[in-house]
């Protein structure tokens, strides 16, 4: 019922060789206003459905293209330098973990040993707690209904102390059954990762040091076995798509740089996600498959976990509405579909024979020096391209974009290593 004045930071950006950049960033009683980011980023509000018709209402009420601003803990007052100190001090897991007590954002997945053979997880982090909404989409600012009320007790973020199975194995998967009593949010990874890791534990009595090693290189997919479980048994009348299947029989799910398999899961999973949402989706599908809203800053986004996700769960229903494309359609006439397109991409990217199809053709990694973003600049001092096994979905953690492999960008580990304890 009544306005709060916003703050106007004025920011001046020193330009060589030129005239001081002025930005105006305004930051509201929600965050900073973050529509200049991305051109029509609220786009029109009055059309975005929030928790059912009683949102909607207000939102109409609003201006239509209405500022945008972004409440985030890492933009609140926080005590990183107290955990940081804290946690370099701690002795104990116990200790360690009240240390954790000061960590506000981002949240992050630890975990932690001591000398007496303690081991934890913990998930440290200012989480909010919400009048109403769970964060996804824009909501009325003006109306107090989604306002926070506060954040998740430290006590009651997940955690586990020497858990009965005898080792911890987290991978940026989602940590909480549905019961868990608090909303984490929704930007995680799939849990292949940490599936296979669980898998390979599992699997040997006593490992040491040169198995740990062997696990951080393994390049096997859990989730491209699953797709390929459906593939590997597509039946095809073309005999080029034929060639294709009864290569995708024999493979072994390893994401190897030079396997023609891999090649194929990987570009027919991206296929099959369009092949299927394109006419329903329209623009959408680019986004839901993980297109971000803007170049460098957020080229990719973590709706790409939860597309594979959707892929995954939907391939098990032959009769799926959702592969009704308009002409009565099921899984398999998609599936057929895609897997065209997967032959043609390939065949117009690495050539018509099948064994030239290697994954680490299409999956590259280039370590790009600064001076290299300038043209022919780039010839001297970046390195690469080097052919890269893996994806997101592997412990060798080398995700491309979700939406379109001829992005340059790779996502993986700065650095590895294995600590005796």
Same mark, same amino acid.
């Given at each position: 019922?009544?306005?709060?004045?916003?703050?106007?930071?004025?920011?001046? +950006?020193?330009?060589?060789?030129?005239?001081v950049a002025v930005e105006e960033v305004i930051i509201t009683r929600h965050g900073p206003i973050i529509n200049s980011l991305v051109e029509d980023l609220a786009g029109q509000? $009055?059309?975005?459905?929030?928790?059912?018709?009683?949102?909607?209402?207000?939102? !109409?009420?609003?201006?239509?293209?209405?500022?945008? =601003?972004?409440?985030w803990t890492a933009l609140e007052p926080d005590t990183m330098i107290e955990a940081v100190f804290a946690m370099a001090r701690a002795r104990t897991c116990v200790e360690f &973990?009240?240390?954790?007590?000061?960590?506000?954002?981002?949240?992050?997945?630890? @975990?932690?040993? *001591?000398?007496?053979? !303690?081991?934890?997880?913990?998930?440290?982090?200012?989480?909010?707690?919400?009048?109403?909404?769970?964060?996804?989409?824009? @909501?009325p600012g003006w109306t107090g209904e989604y306002e926070w009320t506060g954040y998740v007790p430290y006590e009651e973020l997940p955690h586990v102390l020497n858990p009965p199975? %005898?080792? @911890?194995?987290? =991978?940026?998967?989602?940590?909480? =059954?549905?019961? #868990?009593?608090?909303?984490?949010?929704?930007?995680?990874?799939?849990?292949? &990762?940490?599936?296979?890791?669980?898998?390979?534990?599992?699997? +040997?009595?006593? @490992? *040491?040091?040169?198995?740990?090693?062997?696990?951080?290189?393994?390049?096997?997919?859990?989730? =491209?076995?699953? +797709?390929?479980?459906?593939?590997?048994?597509?039946?095809?009348? !073309?005999?080029?798509?034929?060639?294709?299947?009864?290569?995708?029989?024999?493979?072994?799910?390893?994401?190897?740089? *030079? $396997?023609?398999?891999?090649?194929?899961?990987?570009?027919?999973? &991206?296929?099959?996600?369009?092949?299927?949402?394109?006419?329903?989706?329209? *623009?959408?599908?680019?986004?839901?498959?993980?297109?971000?809203?803007?170049?460098?800053?957020?080229?990719?986004?973590?709706?790409?976990?939860?597309?594979?996700?959707?892929?995954?769960?939907?391939?098990?229903?032959?009769?799926?509405?959702?592969?009704?494309?308009?002409?009565?359609?099921?899984?398999?006439?998609?599936?057929?579909?895609?897997?065209?397109?997967?032959?043609?991409? /390939?065949?117009?990217?690495?050539?018509?024979? +099948?064994?030239?199809?290697?994954?680490?053709?299409?999956?590259?990694?280039?370590?790009?020096?600064?001076? %290299?973003?300038?043209?022919? /600049? !780039? &010839?001297?001092?970046?390195?690469?391209?080097?052919?890269?096994?893996? $994806?997101?979905?592997?412990?060798?953690?080398?995700?491309?974009? #979700?939406?379109?492999?001829?992005?340059?960008?790779?996502?993986?580990?700065?650095?590895?290593?294995?600590?005796?304890?």
């Amino acid at each position: 019922g009544q306005w709060h004045d916003a703050e106007v930071h004025r920011e001046e +950006i020193l330009v060589k060789g030129g005239e001081v950049a002025v930005e105006e960033v305004i930051i509201t009683r929600h965050g900073p206003i973050i529509n200049s980011l991305v051109e029509d980023l609220a786009g029109q509000l $009055s059309a975005i459905l929030v928790d059912g018709d009683e949102a909607t209402a207000a939102l !109409d009420s609003g201006p239509v293209g209405a500022p945008l =601003a972004l409440r985030w803990t890492a933009l609140e007052p926080d005590t990183m330098i107290e955990a940081v100190f804290a946690m370099a001090r701690a002795r104990t897991c116990v200790e360690f &973990r009240e240390a954790m007590r000061y960590w506000t954002a981002p949240a992050q997945n630890v @975990v932690y040993a *001591d000398v007496e053979g !303690d081991i934890a997880y913990s998930l440290p982090g200012k989480i909010p707690i919400r009048a109403r909404g769970n964060g996804l989409v824009p @909501v009325p600012g003006w109306t107090g209904e989604y306002e926070w009320t506060g954040y998740v007790p430290y006590e009651e973020l997940p955690h586990v102390l020497n858990p009965p199975r %005898g080792y @911890v194995a987290t =991978a940026n998967n989602r940590v909480v =059954a549905d019961d #868990f009593p608090h909303h984490l949010g929704y930007d995680h990874c799939t849990g292949h &990762r940490a599936a296979r890791i669980v898998e390979l534990l599992e699997a +040997i009595d006593k @490992v *040491d040091m040169a198995y740990f090693e062997r696990m951080q290189f393994d390049q096997v997919s859990t989730f =491209a076995l699953l +797709i390929n479980a459906h593939l590997s048994e597509l039946t095809v009348d !073309d005999p080029e798509l034929a060639a294709v299947v009864e290569l995708m029989r024999n493979w072994d799910g390893e994401l190897a740089a *030079d $396997s023609p398999a891999a090649a194929v899961q990987q570009v027919f999973v &991206r296929k099959m996600i369009l092949r299927t949402l394109q006419d329903k989706l329209g *623009d959408l599908t680019l986004r839901y498959a993980g297109k971000g809203p803007t170049p460098v800053l957020a080229e990719g986004t973590w709706f790409g976990h939860r597309s594979l996700e959707w892929l995954q769960a939907t391939l098990n229903d032959r009769r799926s509405p959702w592969f009704d494309l308009g002409q009565g359609e099921d899984r398999d006439d998609v599936m057929r579909l895609a897997l065209r397109d997967t032959v043609d991409t /390939l065949k117009a990217e690495l050539g018509p024979e +099948i064994g030239d199809w290697a994954w680490g053709k299409l999956h590259t990694l280039t370590y790009a020096h600064v001076l %290299g973003q300038v043209k022919p /600049l !780039d &010839r001297l001092f970046n390195r690469g391209a080097f052919p890269l096994g893996g $994806s997101s979905n592997t412990l060798w953690a080398t995700g491309a974009t #979700f939406h379109d492999l001829s992005n340059e960008l790779i996502v993986g580990p700065p650095f590895r290593f294995i600590a005796d304890l």
